[in-house]
C-alpha cells in the first residue's frame, strides 16, 4: 500500500506525558499537513510542510505542540506535557503543490487516536 | 478569515433518489474548494474539487458538485443515491495563496434502502 500512514494508530497516556507521532506521507509528495480533528467536528488545520520547510503553523498549536520534517520525508508531531484536552484524533495528509498555492487534493492517513487520561 | 459551513448535520434519503450535501464558504481572493468522504475506520477521501472553469465539476462515484459564487455555495449531488454512499461529508476550501485548508464539521449522509 503506497498511501499515507500514521504510526501509532492508537496512543493512550497520562496527564504530563509527552507523545510523538510519526506520518509517512505517498513518497513523491512535498507537501505534508497535520490536522487534529475531534467528535462531531471537522478536521482542524495545525500545520503544513513543504518539503522539509515549515511554512504555516496555526494559533491553536501551543508551545507544547512541535512537527518537524527533517529530510522532506516523514514528519513527527510531539505533544509535551500532555492535558486531558489534547485527546483527539491526529491526522496527516499530504499532496504535491507548488509552494504558497495549493491545487491539489489532500490524500489523508487513518490517523492516530490519542487519549490522555 | 475564512470560512466553510455545512448547515446539515444529517441527510437521510432513500435509495434512487436524488441527494443533496450543501456547503457554503467564505474564502477570500479566488477559492479552491473540495469535498471529502470518510468511511467508518477509514481515511479521508477526495471526491472532487473546483479550481477554476466550469461550474459544474464531477468526481468519484458518480458525485458532482455546483459552484455558485454569487450564493457563496459548493453543494455536493448525485442523481441517484446508494446505500454504500452512507458516510461522513466533509467540505473544504482555502484561497489561491494559502497552504491552510478549512474543513465544515461534516454532514453525516444516510441511505436507506
Known amino acids: 500500500d503506497t498511501g499515507v500512514s500514521q504510526n501509532p494508530r492508537h496512543k493512550i497516556t497520562k496527564r504530563g506525558q509527552n507523545v510523538t507521532f510519526r506520518c509517512d506521507p505517498i513518497?513523491?509528495?512535498?507537501?505534508l499537513y497535520w490536522y487534529r480533528q475531534t467528535l462531531g467536528q471537522g478536521p482542524e488545520f495545525l500545520t503544513y510542510?513543504?518539503?522539509?520547510?515549515?511554512?504555516?503553523k496555526s494559533r491553536l498549536l501551543s508551545d507544547r505542540f512541535s512537527a518537524e520534517r527533517p529530510k522532506g520525508s516523514f514528519s513527527t508531531l510531539e505533544i509535551q506535557r500532555t492535558e486531558q484536552g489534547d485527546s483527539a484524533m491526529y491526522l496527516c495528509?499530504?499532496?504535491?503543490?507548488?509552494?504558497?498555492?495549493?491545487?491539489?487534493?489532500?490524500?489523508f492517513g487513518p490517523g492516530t487516536r490519542l487519549t490522555v487520561l | 478569515a475564512q470560512s466553510v459551513a455545512q448547515p446539515e448535520d444529517q441527510v437521510n434519503v432513500a435509495e434512487g433518489n436524488p441527494l443533496t450535501v450543501k456547503c457554503t464558504y467564505s474564502?477570500?481572493?479566488?477559492?479552491?474548494l473540495f469535498w471529502y468522504v470518510q468511511y467508518p475506520n477509514r481515511g479521508l477521501q477526495f471526491l472532487l474539487k473546483?479550481?477554476?472553469?466550469?461550474?459544474l465539476v464531477k468526481g468519484s462515484y458518480g458525485f458532482e458538485a455546483e459552484f455558485n459564487k454569487s450564493q457563496t455555495s459548493f453543494h455536493l449531488k448525485k442523481p441517484s443515491a446508494l446505500v454504500s454512499d452512507s458516510a461522513l461529508y466533509f467540505c473544504?476550501?482555502?484561497?489561491?495563496?494559502?497552504?491552510?485548508?478549512?474543513f465544515g464539521d461534516g454532514t453525516t449522509l444516510t441511505v436507506k434502502p
Open positions: 495528509a499530504s499532496s504535491l503543490d507548488r509552494a504558497f498555492a495549493a491545487y491539489n487534493e489532500q490524500f
Open positions: 513518497s513523491e509528495h512535498n507537501r
Open positions: 510542510f513543504q518539503n522539509e520547510a515549515q511554512l504555516e
Open positions: 474564502v477570500s481572493g479566488n477559492p479552491y
Open positions: 473546483y479550481i477554476t472553469g466550469d461550474n
Open positions: 473544504a476550501g482555502l484561497n489561491t495563496n494559502a497552504g491552510k485548508s478549512t
